[in-house]
């Protein structure tokens, strides 16, 4: 039998670390980081306890991987910035609902971790962070398309997003997305 090449080696890491992060994906997402092990994720992605930490340091930065990953397919999917107030926040808005239907598992994860923001000192800056952009941005657009208060506008908007999600999240419903889109696009004028 000839040894691994370095291309399948490394294949091989790659599948498996994908595995670790689906597994700690789901589980964190159904039952909560705190509440998932790390013999839980070995056991949910079919490698040893040991094969994890070939991967990640910690529970926490496995966790940290999976957000960061989240964090990058959402900055992947963001529309063009460049366009103007209008079209951007009609992109957004676009862009949020279709990325809540097809990352279910994400969002979950996320949204679950913003009730844990006190006991994860990461997850707090990086939700801090997070926010800060979008009101900036959802601020601009705002105030580009001649809102009176813009900051309040934003907050509102923030908070209608989130809670659209949360319900979605806990019912699924498909149509409720759907409806709130054009329920948006119908309020400011998109």
């Known amino acids: ?3 691994r090449t370095a291309e399948l080696s490394e294949s091989m890491k790659a599948e498996s670390r994908k595995k670790i992060l689906d597994a700690a994906l789901e589980l964190f997402a159904h039952h909560g980081y705190h509440a998932t092990s790390v013999d839980r994720i070995a056991r949910a992605a079919g490698v040893s306890k040991g094969g994890i930490y070939v991967h990640f340091s910690s529970k926490e930065d496995l966790l940290k991987g999976l957000i960061y990953a989240s964090m990058e ?3 992947d999917a963001m529309p063009d ?3 103007k107030a209008p079209d951007l926040l009609r992109d957004i808005i676009s862009m949020t609902f279709s990325e809540l239907s097809k ?3 994400h969002f979950k994860l996320l949204h679950g971790l913003t009730f844990q923001v006190g006991s994860i000192e990461f997850v707090n800056t990086i939700a801090t962070e997070k926010y800060k952009h979008y009101m900036t941005l959802f601020e601009k657009i705002f105030s580009e398309m001649g809102y009176e208060n813009p900051h309040h506008q934003a907050i509102e908007l923030g908070a209608v997003l989130d809670g659209i999600a949360m319900q979605y999240l806990i019912f699924e419903k ?3 997305l759907r409806e709130m889109k054009e329920h948006l696009f119908k309020k400011y004028k998109l």
Request: glycine fraction near 6%; hydrophobic fraction near 25%; charge should be negative.
């Open 1 to 3: 039998m000839s040894p």
């Open 73 to 75: 397919a959402g900055t």
């Open 81 to 83: 910035m460049e366009q």
């Open 103 to 105: 990352n279910r598992e």
């Open 174 to 176: 498909e149509e409720m």
